[in-house]
């Protein structure tokens, strides 16, 4: 015959496991839903022609009357494979090349810290 307080341990360490598996299901629910509500607004933002306005340079999918100042916005993750160096090019490119006509919409106060990343978010689905 098994000692019953085996039993409730046992039953405690698989109550507890199951708990966790729970929680870190809802966090990546939870992690999902907010990514996909900041690509939206990245999107929102980028196409902005008052904030992003990346439109105005940037030939980018479903953007219309792009401009062809700067590269086409495709294949990003390949071409930024670290997502700090979109987020510091959007931020301020004269760091890397003082010369870009590309403004430095973080220096200058464009856009906000917040605003680029969804930007950076939206660019990297690109």
């Given at each position: 015959m098994q ?10 360490k698989?109550?507890a ?28 933002l ?25 590269p ?18 959007i ?6 090349n ?9 220096r ?5 810290k ?9 660019l990297?689905?690109?």
């Open positions: 000692n019953p307080l085996v039993k409730c341990k046992a039953l405690a698989l109550i496991f199951s708990i966790s598996v729970i929680m870190f299901m809802l966090v990546s629910m939870t992690s999902m839903a907010s990514t996909a509500d900041d690509v939206a607004e990245g999107k929102k980028a196409f902005d022609r008052k904030k992003g306005n990346c439109l105005a340079c940037h030939a980018m999918e479903g953007g219309d009357l792009a401009g062809n100042t700067g086409p916005l495709v294949v990003m993750k390949a071409r930024y494979p670290d997502r700090s160096k979109l987020s510091e090019q931020a301020d490119p004269t760091i890397r003082p010369n870009s006509l590309m403004p430095p919409f973080g200058h106060g464009i856009l906000t917040d605003e680029i990343e969804k930007i950076t978010t939206y990297l689905t690109l």
